[in-house]
């Protein structure tokens, strides 16, 4: 028997991916780009023990086992790193060597994030980056971090980009077998060190629509997603990485609100329309927009967006930061009972993902 831990951190998208064209292979409609936050703070944690004994593989979320036997992307997870395993197997062998045949045993998965599940705050990306990652450590298996992407892509889309620290594009490739649909850093966590991120929770809720199920029908149903996927996320992902390279904080900003704005037309867009954001969601968004309007030069000082679920991340220059968690105390005092906003000061940064 071997046991393996590791934790991976979540990424939020400043442009989203919301939509498939091969739900099976996961194969994105549009490119995304995302920003990949601390472990300190926000992470998933998990276990992984393989075993001649064990009779299935099987999962524990939470504390809670799941049952596993119809989540076929758990188990693409399962298959390609066994797949890559048993080929070292193999070639071991040819060397005349021999290495445990790990690849043959089930596994036991246990796995806890620290922050909510299925709320909106991507524990879909840092669950599967982890179940990804601590498999190729129990496994051996050479740190090709691309190949791991293009494996935890298959069990989450947006979990391919938690592979990578800093700011991380997912490009979705043309392929119909999926091989050039991977993550790429577009800059490393230490290049803008004055960029944090606050996460508001405003509802720890399991969503009522997962992200899976939400964005194909948005594929099925909406005029305006082809219209977001053709003409609009192209030009921004252009804009974006410039802006990213440059540091320019008013066009990030920018272009952050209304790629997340655009999400949630595209979701109010589905039939029947999915709505990800409730009123504690929609006073945040009116706040910072009154807090831009208040700088004296015109320049934007912070900027919200919005998963698939109510809570809010909202980016901004550290200088900022102080006078923004004012802000939202003051309106969301923590005693009341309806709203929770619970500000965690984050800072942009990937530590590599731990093993023990
Ligand atoms: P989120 O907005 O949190 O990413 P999703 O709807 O995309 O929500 O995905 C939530 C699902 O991801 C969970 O119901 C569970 O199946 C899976 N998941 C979340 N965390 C983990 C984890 N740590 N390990 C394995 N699977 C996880
Ligand atoms: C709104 O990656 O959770 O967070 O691929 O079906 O697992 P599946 O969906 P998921 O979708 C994330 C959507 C998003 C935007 C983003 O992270 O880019
Ligand atoms: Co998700």
New binding site residues.
């Given amino acids: 028997m071997k046991t393996v831990t590791c934790t991976a951190p979540v990424n939020i998208a400043v442009i989203k991916y919301w939509g498939k064209r091969d739900t099976g292979l996961i194969l994105p409609t549009n490119d995304s780009l995302s920003v990949t936050l601390s472990q300190d703070i926000l992470h ?1 944690k ?1 276990t992984i023990s393989a075993a001649k004994e064990y009779s299935h593989d099987r ?1 524990w ?1 939470n504390g809670k086992e799941e049952d596993i036997t119809k989540n076929k992307r758990m188990h693409n997870c399962f298959r390609e790193t066994r797949a890559l395993r048993q080929q070292m197997e193999q070639d071991a062998a040819q060397r005349g060597e021999t290495l445990e045949p790990l690849s043959s045993y089930n596994v036991h998965v246990c ?3 620290n922050f909510p ?12 980056a ?2 990804v990652f601590t498999l190729a450590k129990l496994f051996d298996l050479p740190s090709n971090m691309s190949e791991l992407s293009r494996i935890a892509r298959q069990g ?1 889309g ?1 979990a391919c980009r938690s592979l990578f620290g800093g700011f991380v594009a997912w490009e979705m490739g043309s392929k119909d077998d999926g091989s050039d649909s991977l993550a790429v850093q577009v800059a490393p966590e230490t290049h803008w060190p004055e960029l944090e991120a606050l996460i508001c929770v405003v509802s720890d809720e399991k ?1 009522g629509t ?3 199920e939400g964005m194909q029908h948005t594929v099925n149903t909406s005029p305006l997603l082809q219209h977001r996927i053709k003409e609009v996320v192209p030009a921004r992902m252009a804009e974006m990485k410039k802006a990213i390279h440059n540091r320019d904080f008013q066009t990030f900003a920018e272009l952050t609100m209304q790629d997340s704005n655009q999400f949630h037309a595209v979701c109010l867009d589905t039939y029947p329309p999915i709505f990800y954001l409730n009123d504690t969601s929609r006073a945040i968004m009116k706040i910072i927009h009154e807090y831009n309007a208040t700088s004296p030069d015109g320049k934007l000082k912070a900027a919200y967006t919005y ?3 109510p809570n809010a991340v909202i980016y901004a220059p550290k200088e900022n930061m102080r006078e923004i968690i004012q802000l939202i105390a003051h309106y969301f005092p923590g005693s009341s009972d309806n709203y929770f906003v619970d500000p965690y000061k984050l800072f942009t940064s990937t530590q590599d993902l731990v093993s023990d």
């Fill in positions: 998933s998990t999962l979320l796995s806890e994030n599940t299925a709320a909106g705050l991507a524990s879909s990306a840092s669950g599967l982890a179940l989450s947006s969503k997962s992200s899976t998963d698939a679920g």
